[in-house]
């Protein structure tokens, strides 16, 4: 007789441990025919079999909630959400001069000093220039929720600037009826101290005086809007007045 092969006696050796192993149970169970008062008995065979399971991929690497948790970076603290305005009372905080305000009290991106991002090349914001084709510049030129023609948004129903029109109570009106920063009794920002508007200040050094000492529209030497071609102011003229006519 041949030996066995050694083959057969791995699979035997398997088989013998899977027998030693096994557990058996004896369950009651009702035998056909009988009644229920006798009771049989069955035998359920339960080998305690372990399948090794193959090294697939990262199996073993599925359970991250052991890792360690010394190889984890430190969570970074964040404040709590704020709905409402700062505390000076502004509603977005990156738009409040003091929490979010540069040296020289501005927006920091809007701050010509500070090279601001807002500010073009040409020294303007950059939304609103033309040269850069800023996107708040319509076809015509304009801004263009100015513009009437592109029916813009601050152009109220009456063809004005919504916030300068009295008729719709637009938010620079006073209560005294003018514009609100060239209100003397209101206060307004653009009177300077001496009771005139500031740009029209010869004290003060207003954007429209001259080195003349005059209205610079109204100056012949400048060439001023308000001159025509007469030499004399444009709503005075009569040869003016008679070619529109």
């Known amino acids: 007789m041949a030996p066995p092969s050694p083959d057969t006696v791995t699979l035997g050796a398997r088989i ?13 169970r009702q035998t056909e025919g009988a009644p ?4 049989g008995m069955t ?6 079999v372990r399948i090794d399971v193959p090294n697939v991929g990262d199996a073993e690497k599925t359970d991250t ?14 404040a709590p959400p704020t709905k409402g305005p700062c505390e000076h009372g502004v509603k977005y905080r990156s738009n409040c001069k003091v929490c979010s305000a540069c040296p020289h009290g501005r927006r920091r991106p809007t701050c ?25 510049i319509c076809e015509h030129g304009r801004e263009r929720s100015k513009c009437k023609e592109c029916g813009g948004a601050s152009i109220c129903e009456h063809g004005r600037h919504r916030s300068n029109c009295k008729e719709c109570g ?5 209560e005294h009826g003018r514009e609100r920063h060239k209100c003397k009794q209101c206060g307004g920002s653009q009177i300077c101290e001496h009771g005139r508007e500031r740009s029209k200040c010869k004290e003060c050094g207003g954007s429209q005086i001259c080195e003349h000492g005059r209205r610079r529209y109204l100056c012949k030497e400048c060439g001023g809007a308000g001159i ?15 070619s529109v006519r």
């Open 16 to 28: 013998g441990d899977i027998f030693s192993n096994a557990r058996i149970y004896f369950v009651p």
């Open 36 to 39: 229920t008062s006798r009771m």
């Open 43 to 48: 035998t359920v065979w339960r080998p305690r």
């Open 65 to 78: 909630s052991r890792e360690d948790s010394s190889k984890k970076g430190t969570k970074r603290k964040r």
């Open 112 to 136: 010509k000093e500070c090279g601001g991002s807002e500010i073009c090349e040409h020294g303007r914001r950059r939304s609103r220039c033309k040269e850069c084709g800023g996107s708040g």
């Open 170 to 174: 637009g938010g620079a009106i006073c």
């Open 228 to 242: 025509c071609e007469h030499g004399r102011r444009r709503y005075d003229c009569k040869e003016c007045a008679s």
